[in-house]
């Protein structure tokens, strides 16, 4: 199994413009998460899907912040406008079991300058 | 969730055992207690869990007290590519086929530092 697949691994961006950070998850993996780690506020989680579904939105930083999976094996996560405070590095995980073991896609590093 | 304290940093000698503390004094009946570390510009990695019995898997044991008020993740022979930051979570385990999985909450964590 390849994992979950991550990309771009890395995204260099100026202020005001839109990013789009796209993740595969492993298949057959019913739930889908979206994490951001910054130095400042460690590893937080944002979203989390269950079957293409949003379950649990309530660590989306702001309206500048929108995630979709349009199917069971793609989700994008996208932030327009984008502001320097946003850099971070974005991880997409997913897991088949509620509960289990949450597999870790190797992430993107933004910077929005 | 209940919240975790672990020390900030450990060293460990190569080839040596390394255990990890961990306090959760608060605790719940129906939370678990995870594992994951996180090596240097890589993605977090599972390593295991447990409800109340001790646990032991290919690369690690999960040793939990009776009262499981604290627990220590021990990692038998550490090598240097076990140098990496180490997040004991507890959170509720929900039912196969629920759409709530409850969420992993990281802490700052243990950074443990394998030397050779």
């Known amino acids: 199994d390849a994992g979950v697949i991550q990309s771009p691994r890395h995204e260099v961006t100026e202020m005001g413009q839109e990013v789009t950070l796209r993740c595969k998850p492993i298949?057959?993996?019913?739930?889908l998460f979206w994490y951001r780690q910054t130095m400042m506020r460690g590893l937080e989680l944002l979203i989390y899907?269950?079957?293409?579904?949003?379950?649990?939105d309530s660590g989306m930083p702001e309206d500048r912040f929108s995630a979709k999976m349009p199917n069971a094996s793609f989700s994008t996560l996208k932030i327009q406008p984008s502001e320097p405070r946003d850099s971070a590095v974005y991880f997409c995980?997913?897991?088949?079991?509620?509960?289990?073991?949450?597999?870790f896609g190797p992430g993107t590093r933004l910077t929005v300058l | 969730d209940a919240k975790t304290t672990q020390p900030p940093s450990m060293d460990c000698a190569e080839g040596r055992a390394a255990n990890l503390p961990c306090n959760h004094s608060?605790?719940?009946?129906?939370?678990?207690v995870y594992w994951y570390r996180q090596i240097h510009s890589q993605g977090p990695q599972y390593i295991i869990h447990?409800?109340?019995n001790n646990e032991t898997n290919e690369m690690a044991s999960l040793i939990i007290t009776e009262d499981r008020k604290s627990s220590t993740l021990i990692l038998p022979h550490a090598t240097l590519r076990d140098t990496a930051v180490y997040y004991c979570?507890?959170?509720?385990?929900?039912?196969?086929?629920?759409?709530?999985?409850?969420?992993?909450?990281f802490g700052q964590g243990t950074t443990l530092q394998v030397k050779p």
């Open positions: 447990g409800l109340k």
């Open positions: 995980a997913s897991t088949g079991l509620a509960g289990g073991a949450q597999y």
């Open positions: 899907f269950n079957n293409n579904v949003p379950i649990d």
């Open positions: 979570i507890v959170r509720v385990a929900f039912p196969h086929g629920s759409s709530n999985t409850g969420k992993l909450i």
């Open positions: 298949s057959g993996h019913d739930y």
């Open positions: 608060t605790i719940s009946g129906n939370e678990y």
